[in-house]
Nanobody
């Protein structure tokens, strides 16, 4: 089981960029596929981006494809989300998630370990 700690959230203006980080401990990070989810006010938690354990396969939600980039550094036990051209609709708590599998999944229930989240607020 991985322990996950997100950082890098904050208050930015529309059009700005932000980079989220997720530090993992307590397991062999390279064995895990990873993902970023987000949950806006009054909304369900949804998948933003995911990357398989080798970093070869990536998935992006429709609303962020072309603006966000997910990356995984197995040497640093870290996951990142580079967010560009931020929009007010990106305002949410962003969560890091892990699953002990070579495959990613779009299903929330497939992810086993979760961080506490980091708040991202985008003003117009």
């Amino acid at each position: 089981q991985l322990q996950l700690l997100e950082s890098g959230g904050g208050l930015v203006q529309a059009g700005d960029s932000l980079r989220l980080s997720c530090a993992a401990s307590g397991g062999t990070f390279s064995d895990y596929s990873m993902a970023w989810f987000r949950q806006g006010p009054g909304q369900e938690r949804t998948l933003v981006a995911a990357i398989n354990r080798g970093g070869v396969t990536q998935y992006y939600g429709d609303s962020v494809r072309g603006r966000f980039i997910i990356s995984k550094d197995n040497d640093k036990n870290s996951l990142y989300l580079q967010m560009n051209k931020l929009e007010p609709g990106d305002t949410a708590i962003y969560y890091c998630a892990a699953r002990d599998s070579r495959y990613i999944s779009v299903s929330l229930s497939a992810w086993d370990d979760w961080g506490q989240g980091t708040q991202v607020t985008v003003s117009s």
